[in-house]
């Protein structure tokens, strides 16, 4: 009987809490600010098309919706938009114009400490210096937005497309980010999804630091100076993205252990992996192809497996100087486009070990001029000389059972496009 009465009340509450939230209507002309702040707990504002010239301030759960794209400005001072409480909703907004000063992080959303569950989705975010700052509150949605920053000053001066800190939970799905200083930076931040994002013409697509337990999938990472950059992190899954004509890296990953990296396209960046001092970690089925150098390897990246990769066209397959050889692809092998051996009994595995690097490849890494004479007899008898020779062979990157053929299924489309076609 006493469970019944607990439970007729819980209903009535919250039958009563439903009655009691409204839906207040914004028109241009009206005074928004005042209408959120006399808008109770539960209540939707609604805002028509127009242009309303705001600093608004959330501290308390509602929904913010606009009607027909409507643009708030918060006139080059402070934050747009500041949330304070959880459970708050912005949709279908245009929201520009915060302040520019980077020591106060204005921004066209700030997601305040304690504003959990907040959800902004469906909004342009532009002409702000940061676009959504969101400190120490979990379980944030941050879903099909658009984002560009102050496209017209230095990346430096700009702040980043979504600046997440210390949170736990997040969700940043299907955004396009562009013209900020790093499209997405995170940092002690956990436990978060990040989907279907597109991030370009920014310093970093990703910089990304301190941060455990997360899920990188079906990004696009193009035409930054670097792609991903995860670093001092651990326990991660990225997986079926493509990291593109980068100026510099297409993913870094720099002092990350037991993650996993797989079926990501990288190319046509300046390096396609830089790998530092990464161990316990899975790089398998990625396609690295027509970078200047695929993988970029060094500070100790040991202990990783690297297998079922296809290394495709990239002008040095490796860039590896350590004390010992680096033993890849044992279990299942690597295809390496450059790969000279033979298969004589038809197992689809080479007969004799492919190594990525001999004496020449180092010669040319000191003194880049030697690479005008790579057609040269006298280069090529020395790198005879240093097969035949192994007093005169350099460490490098082994792998014992190099594939015959490719086999990753969007080979051929990133080979044959131009990176204005995809």
Known sequence: MKILTHLSLALALLIAGACQAATLSVRPGDDLAATVAKAQPGDVIEVARGRYRANLRIDKPLTLRGLDRPTISGGAQGDTIRVTAPDVVIEGLIVRDSGTNLKDQNAGIYIYPGAHRAVVRHCDLTYNLFGLWIEKSNDVQVLSNTITGLRDVNSSQRGNGVQLYNTKGARIENNQISFVRDALYIDVSHHAIFRGNKLHHSRYGTHYMNSYYNLWEDNDTYLNRGGLALMEVRDQVVRNNRAWGNSDHGIMLRTMQDSVIENNVVADNGRGFFIYDVEYIQLKDNLVTGNAVGVHLSAGSTRNAVEGNDFVGNREQVRYVGARDERWGTQRGNYWSNYLGW????????????????????????HPTIKLLLASPAVQALRLVGQQFPVLRVPTVVDPKPRMQPNHPQRNHWRDTQPSQR
């Open 343 to 366: 298969d004589r009994d038809g197992n689809g595995v080479g007969d004799v070990p492919y190594e990525a690097n001999d004496m020449v490849d180092r010669l040319t890494w000191r």
